[in-house]
């Protein structure tokens, strides 16, 4: 079996009274795993030493094993996949089926991550792996979700969810995302090149191979199983068998030392730079937030740009780099070739039809809309599906596929109308109560629906059907907002004020609960602001491993409320002043990001438009604001 490795970059550290900067402890990467301590160099040099002696004085020995090696098992191979990945069906009945029908000995089962990296780095039992890519991403690996019996030590603990470094705090998901981090350091990817060197370069093979302590057996490498002749069955089998067991090495795809990357092109996270911010973790310094505007490393957004609109703004829409379109009424847009066309979906609740206007211009197209006891609550388009999805207040959603960009075309004789029938819906049911709003994530293929009763349902994309439920909100879940980055969901439910108190602070009647959940349905944190009412959400999306992105609330007292995305602490608030002649903050009622994240655009129940950037001599000519 033939696996993907990454190079062992763990964060350790036992004290996490105090916050702390973690030091990354890596392997020496231009080594094999096995061979990291002058005792393990040793020991391997002496296996090396003594099967190259057997093999020249023992004529038997040489028609098994016609080379000496350092290791006979490859760093990932089967074992080390089922062993790290026991606790995630269908692994487990893979680890128990390759253990011969039962889990393996209690103490040998992965269960702490300071005793793996302790085994790794000591060489005790010759445990010489590297990680997985679920390190970097899957949690859910490191939890005992099932609740499988894996037995007790010798000393009488207990073997249930993997044990985590302290400054961790006991959540798999905060320590996946800083392992992630640490993956994309400038210290990693400085020594990258080592490493590929290491397991797809020159030092697979020859007197560089020997020198890293990187050789293996024979039977691990291509070439062996391509030379063996097919008649031979006894020996292709035993081959094969050790391959699945051990595993086998790549093929080499570098003759060459791998260049060195070019230092200034790599965002340098774990950087003292980032002691001047608050830290996203308080057990953990030096983690970067990335470059977006409202980033606490950046300086404080600055308004840079204003404009009125005599029309109501209910939808603000980016497209590609520097288009925005401003969406008014019933009616949602579908962008097509990066914003350069798009189609503009407008319906009036009973009249049975979905117009839709095209741009470029060409003929008028109609959906018959059958489901006139269905009005419509809200709307969502999925643009790589090229797809509308209607919530309704009956408390169904339907999909509908949009005509071709060729049913849009103008006849020579006339512009024709072309009427679709009804039959291009699917309908999706799980709600018992009318939709408040949708969210997908293109990228995960999920789509997200929230209705009156509290319910948030998952859906799948591709097969357009139902995943699980989320009941967490006890009142009407007011508005939903999807990471595209990881697909977490955040949501908001509106509960009672103390009115009294509203009215003396002068403040809102109803108090706001900001919900995070992952893509797997589990409540990760909340917020709740008291007195508060959110009026719209936006997530960053800077990429994961160089930034932390942060959730953005914006409220009917005009401020704009900055959360971590990782566990919603807060980080930061921004008073957009919209209007000089106005001492207060206008309420604000949609807002976004834009332009790679550049800018953050926001709108006003005053249907005014504004643009907040990192500086203040910001340059907008390039942005082309298009009103639909």
Known sequence: MTSCSIPCCLLFCQNSARRIWISMILPIIGKNICAQTPTQEEKRTAMYNALESLITTTDSLSNVCHRPYHSHNFVSNAAVVYQYNLRLPPF???????????????????????????????????????????????????????????????????????????????????????????????????????WIDLVFGYKQAGEAAKEAFNVYHPNAYFSTLSSIDPDDETRLRAVISQVRSCGQVPKQLFHQAHPLPNIKSVSNVFNTAAFRTISPLDTVSGLRWGNYVGSPEQVHPHVVWIKHYNHPIDR??????????????????????????????????????????????????????????????????????????????????????????????????????????????????????????????????????????????????????????????????????????????????????????????????????????????????????????????????REEGRSVNVLVAATMSGVLRLYSSWDLMFVKEVRPFIDPMRSSLSPIRLITYCCDDKYLVGSTFDNVIFILAASPDDDLKQLSLIYV
């Open 316 to 541: 603000l829409v980016c497209a590609g780099r520097m288009k925005l379109f401003v969406v008014s009424g019933t009616m949602d847009l579908l962008l097509r070739n990066n914003g350069a066309e798009w189609s503009a979906l407008i319906w009036r609740d009973g009249d049975g039809y979905l117009n839709v206007k095209n741009c470029p211009p060409g003929k008028r197209v109609s959906i018959s809309w059958p489901f006139n006891y269905a009005q419509i609550t809200c709307t969502y388009p999925v643009v790589s599906d090229q797809v509308f999805f209607f919530g309704t207040q009956l408390g169904l959603i339907y999909a509908c596929k949009m005509p071709e960009q060729e049913a849009f075309s103008v006849s020579k004789e006339k512009k024709q109308q072309t009427l679709y029938p009804y039959h291009q819906f699917t309908t999706l049911v799980g709600h018992s109560s009318y939709i408040t709003d949708m969210k997908a994530c293109e990228a995960f293929r999920m789509l997200y629906s929230s209705s009156a009763d509290g319910n948030i349902i998952f859906w799948d994309l591709n097969r357009l059907s139902y995943i699980r439920s989320v009941r967490d909100h006890k009142t009407q879940v007011e508005m939903i907002c999807i990471c595209t980055t990881t697909a977490d969901l955040a949501s908001v439910s509106y509960l009672p004020a103390d009115k009294e108190a509203s009215r003396r602070r002068g403040s809102d009647d109803v108090s706001s609960l900001i919900m995070l959940h992952t893509i797997n349905g589990k409540k990760v944190s909340q917020q709740l602001l008291v007195s508060e009412k959110v009026t719209c959400l936006t997530f960053s999306s």
């Open 92 to 194: 487990t009945q893979l680890f128990v089926q390759f253990q011969g029908g039962k889990f393996d000995c209690p103490d040998r089962v992965f269960n702490s991550i300071k005793e793996m990296y302790r085994f790794v780095t000591t060489g005790i039992n010759n445990d010489a792996k590297e990680l997985l890519p679920e390190f970097f991403y899957l949690p859910e690996f490191l939890v005992n979700s099932e609740g499988f019996n894996l037995g007790r030590t010798h000393n009488g603990h207990e073997v249930d969810d993997v044990i985590l470094p302290p400054w961790a705090k006991g959540d798999p998901r905060l320590f996946v995302l800083v392992h992630r981090q640490a993956l994309e350091s400038q210290m990693v990817v400085n020594n990258l090149a080592a």
